[in-house]
């Protein structure tokens, strides 16, 4: 009986170790998943290097098929264009969402003499993005003059405002062709922000009557409804050059 009473015992207390085995390996599990799930803090991936979902043309409705992943990057490879389109205009649009307020951030490169630029609050129905969109202008600002022989304002090259707010010269440092830069987009009515490896190289109030100001006595001042939309798809512009770009995600504000 006393023997009996030893393996019930056992076997109780071996069940109970089980239990709480499997409660803390449960729990252990749950703690990870959660930290998988919020590690990026509100980021959302718009092209994390895998997919091209949610990107197509600008006013179109398929993405380009100059546009591609190549080693993890999304990339406009020149050599895909067909005979009877040489010059490019492929701008695209990221379609799943449009934002109002909100942290943009992206990695890029362009070769020597590339030129592109990052659209926000963009809507479609336009003859280009250009024309309704904010620009932040990138350029290879170290070669690009050199090339084309010709002379650029500050509010033409990489990080400008474009045609609206130069850079921060004292603030910028742009990487050769050929090397990865990484910009960053902060924007609200109260405050628009444009970053360059890190650093800030240009701030403005949005719709202030500085920017009135720019918009009427400038380039935009025949074109009405440049910078009036408040919300909008972000837009990767294509001028004819080899471009790649990798981690492009966004945060709301």
Known sequence: MRFLLIIILSSALSCKSDTTTSSESSNTFTKEKTAKTTSD???IHLFDGSTTDGW??????????????????LTFDTEKRLEADKKGGKDIIYSKE????FELYLEWKLPEGGNSGIFYHLKE??????????????????KWEEINNAKLEEWQKTAADYAMYPPDISQKIVK????????????TPELAEYYLNGKKVVSFVPWSADWEKRKKEGKW???PDYGI?????????????????????????
């Open 221 to 223: 001042k025949d074109f």
């Open 229 to 253: 939309h408040k919300t909008g798809y972000i837009g990767l512009q294509d001028h004819d050059s080899p471009l790649w770009f990798r981690n492009i995600k966004i945060k709301k504000l």
């Open 56 to 73: 197509r043309a600008y006013n179109g409705t398929t993405l380009p098929a100059q546009w591609e992943i190549k080693d993890g990057a």
């Open 125 to 142: 129905g336009y003859s280009g993005p250009a024309e309704v969109s904010p620009e932040y202008q990138l350029l290879d600002d170290l």
């Open 98 to 101: 449009e934002f109002d307020n």
């Open 41 to 43: 803090d509100g980021w």
């Open 176 to 187: 050769p062709s050929g090397e990865w830069n990484s910009s960053t987009i902060r924007f």
